[in-house]
């Protein structure tokens, strides 16, 4: 049974910083691209950021280039979000996704989701 568990999330001044993490369990992590996704409210979920398996690429939505960063640790079975200059704007529940690198579009794995508070 795959579990992806997010944390790291809380309420942060803007032009501050989080971390969020998540931990995969129940499948061979290092053969699974990663991928970051965020709902703000009344909103859509949204791409936020992602990462191959092996860690060689990465891609990010315009909106958070150059402030985010993802990167994975594959023998903790875990990829992270550093997200820096935080806005109000990026106030969301924060979701972490996982797809086989075999696999082409799509993530069918979720975690439960981070909340990411960014006060002005």
């Known amino acids: 049974q795959v579990q992806l568990v997010e944390s790291g999330g809380g309420s942060v001044q803007a032009g501050g910083s989080l971390r969020l993490s998540c931990a995969a369990s129940?499948?061979?992590?290092?053969?699974?691209?990663m991928g970051w996704f965020r709902q703000a409210p009344g909103k859509e979920r949204e791409f936020a950021a992602d990462?191959?398996?092996?860690?060689?690429?990465?891609s990010y939505a315009d909106s958070v280039k150059g402030r985010f960063t993802i990167s994975r640790d594959n023998a903790k079975n875990t990829v992270y979000l550093q997200m820096n200059n935080l806005r109000p704007g990026d106030t969301a529940v924060y979701y972490c996704?996982?797809?086989?690198?075999?696999?082409?579009?799509?993530?069918?794995?979720w975690g439960q989701g981070t909340q990411v508070t960014v006060s002005s």
């Open positions: 996704a996982a797809r086989h690198r075999t696999v082409g579009t799509g993530y069918p794995y």
């Open positions: 990462i191959t398996w092996s860690g060689s690429s990465t």
């Open positions: 129940g499948l061979t992590f290092r053969t699974y691209n």
